[in-house]
Nanobody, 118 residues
Framework: QVQLVESGGGLVQAGGSLRLSCAAS????????WAWYRQASGQQREWVAT???????RYEDSVKGRFTISRDNAKNTVYLQMNSLRPEDTAVYYC????????????WGQGTQVTVSS
C-alpha cells in the first residue's frame, strides 16, 4: 500500500504561482510513475502531468510551459509548480501513483483545492 497526502493548495490571483506537494509513504519501491490530476466543479477528473521513476515528464497541453512536475526522492515527495495561473486552473488537484506493470493509477491522495481568482 502507498499513502499520498497533498498540500499547498489555496487561493491565488490570476498570474500568480503555487507549489503543490504530495508526500508519499508505504511501499514506494513498487511505484513506477507519479501524476497530478485535477477536477473542476461539475467536470470530470483530468490528467495534468506525469513523472516516471527515470525522470521522464509529460504534460497536458494547456499547462505546458506553465506547470512543472518534479520529485525529491530523499523526501519521498512529488511537486507541482504552477506558474501563470489562470481562473480555468481552478480545481481540486489530486496526486496519484501507479504501480509497476499497471496501466492505471491506483493510489490517490485526498486532494487539495486550488482557486484562481480573476
Amino acid at each position: 500500500q502507498v499513502q499520498l497526502v497533498e498540500s499547498g493548495g489555496g487561493l491565488v490571483q490570476a498570474g500568480g504561482s503555487l507549489r503543490l506537494s504530495c508526500a508519499a509513504s508505504g511501499s514506494i519501491f513498487s511505484i513506477s510513475a507519479w501524476a497530478w490530476y485535477r477536477q473542476a466543479s461539475g467536470q470530470q477528473r483530468e490528467w495534468v502531468a506525469t513523472i516516471t521513476t527515470d525522470g521522464s515528464t509529460r504534460y497536458e497541453d494547456s499547462v505546458k510551459g506553465r506547470f512543472t512536475i518534479s520529485r525529491d526522492n530523499a523526501k519521498n515527495t512529488v511537486y507541482l509548480q504552477m506558474n501563470s495561473l489562470r481562473p480555468e486552473d481552478t480545481a481540486v488537484y489530486y496526486c496519484a501513483a501507479r504501480r509497476r506493470y499497471r496501466s492505471n493509477f491506483d493510489y490517490w491522495g485526498q486532494g487539495t483545492q486550488v482557486t484562481v481568482s480573476s
